[in-house]
């Protein structure tokens, strides 16, 4: 499977710069090859906008249906990271779209990070999982996946690529150096994380976006620089390159 992120400066709440930008990330992405493009998370407005809750926009707006005609055609999917109003509330959200721009998932963020955005966001409370070209797929956000139980509850679900929006900044290095990759080893999961460069506010984002495979290699990662990463994934790996602990794991009473 070939799969695709954008890594990219947050629009900054310029709406019809975010639509150009994934207008033409869509269509390379597309012509590449790519079943699906992931991109930052809250890329509408912006992750660090400062007033989200004034942007947010409901699952089926006018926006959606402009991304929609945008994968139909550039013959790619998307996994749009936004800012989501319902009703009172604001959430966190993903929002996938196959190459013909229908909707196959939605997931809310599960974990919160910080004083932030717990003050903007409605948490998510369920997994979201689908099936992308035969094989099974999740969603999680930025902070969900550094959480092992996340990623091991999905594995043990049977997902075998998790997509990730994300909006990782300094100085947190480590999740794209270390944390990452190591999920998608010790679980035998791919993860394609795609996160923001440059600034936003007094947010200084990391870069290095990637594509972490299930066998414990990074066919693809990104400086600090804009990037549009595409790399293919076997549907399937020699069982000796993949991790075991999930049938090795010895629980050990408290």
Not at 90 to 106: E, I, Y
Not at 144 to 157: G, K, N, R, S
Request: glycine share 10%.
């Amino acid at each position: 499977m070939r799969l695709a992120l954008w890594q990219g400066h947050s629009p900054a709440g310029d709406i019809s710069a975010a639509m150009a930008a994934l207008e033409t990330a869509l269509n390379a992405a597309g012509a590449a090859g790519a079943t699906t493009l992931v991109t930052p998370e809250i890329y509408l407005p912006g992750y660090n906008h400062p007033a989200i809750a004034d942007h947010a926009q409901p699952r089926g707006g006018a926006w959606h249906g402009t991304v929609a005609a945008f994968c139909r055609k550039a013959g790619c999917g998307i996994v749009l990271g936004y800012a989501e109003r319902d009703g009172a509330t604001v959430c966190n959200s993903a929002l996938v779209l196959d190459d013909r721009g229908a909707q196959v998932a939605h997931y809310r963020k599960i974990q919160l990070y910080g004083p932030r955005e717990k003050a903007l966001y409605t948490q998510g409370d369920a997994y979201v999982t689908f099936d992308m070209n035969g094989t099974k797929a999740a969603i999680l956000i930025c902070y969900d996946i550094e959480f092992a139980p996340h990623v091991a509850a999905l594995a043990a679900q049977g997902v075998r690529i998790i997509l990730v929006p994300t909006a990782n900044m300094q100085p947190y290095t480590h999740v794209v150096r270390h944390t990452v990759p190591a999920m998608a080893a010790n679980h035998a999961v791919s993860i394609v994380y795609a996160n923001y460069c440059g600034s936003e506010g007094d947010l200084d984002y990391v870069g290095g976006s990637l594509i972490a495979a299930a066998d414990g290699s990074i066919p693809a990662q990104a400086g600090t620089t804009p990037a549009l990463l595409i790399a293919d994934l076997p549907e399937g790996y020699p069982e000796q390159h993949l991790s075991t602990q999930a049938l090795d794991l010895r629980t050990i009473p408290l």
